[in-house]
């Protein structure tokens, strides 16, 4: 298993500090073979005071269609958004609303593109500052490795709101070819009649 060697800590900031490898995961040979993709990882920070292993299995999919524009709801919390798209319908050289629209999309994507990787950056350098102070009993050391995991946590709430509304999305999609199919079978059924 790759990651951090312990997986629990008893959160405390004095010399009572306790870590323990308590969380494990486990899978037979079969298992193993057939997973051969499979890795088992402890993720470097949490807000429990247990580090959760993620299990990964790596599954190459080919994207055969082109990337669509979808503004993220993270980006309205954002400085640079508001910029770009007061930029955009303010430049009278614009004329239409489509075309500001198409404008808008492509730039407000790349920014977004851009943004999500800062977000990567900051999210790894935290971790790798926590990484540093981890185990250090230091009141300096500590309060550093605060402020790190303050910002880490708010980088992550900011990736879940972002993974949410993926999720729903998805989620929207499959109930709408559900109610699709459904509304075909009963049509069916009602010419059999």
Request: charged content about 35%; hydrophobic content about 35%; some cysteine.
């Amino acid at each position: 298993m790759n990651g951090y060697k312990y997986t629990w800590d008893n959160a405390r900031d004095d010399d009572d500090w306790v870590e323990a490898k308590l969380d494990r995961f486990l899978a037979n040979d079969d298992w193993k073979r057939r997973f051969a993709l499979s890795k088992a990882a402890v993720l470097d920070y949490s807000s429990s005071d247990h580090l959760p292993i993620l299990l990964q299995v790596r599954i190459f999919l080919p994207r055969h269609s082109p990337r669509l524009f979808r503004f993220e709801n993270t980006w309205g919390a954002e400085s640079g958004c508001r910029e770009i798209v007061e930029e955009i319908w303010s430049d009278p050289s614009l004329g239409s609303v489509l075309e500001k629209l198409q404008f808008c999309s492509v730039r407000l994507g790349e920014w977004g593109d851009n943004l999500r990787k800062l977000y990567k950056q900051e999210i790894d350098d935290c971790k790798r500052v926590m990484g540093l102070l981890r185990g250090k009993r230091d009141a300096h050391s500590r309060e550093s490795f605060r402020m790190a995991k303050s910002k880490f946590l708010d980088l992550l709430r900011r990736k879940e709101s972002y993974w949410r509304q993926r999720a729903k999305e998805f989620w929207l999609k499959e109930a709408i070819k559900i109610q699709n199919f459904s509304s075909q079978l009963l049509s069916d059924k009602g010419k059999s009649n």
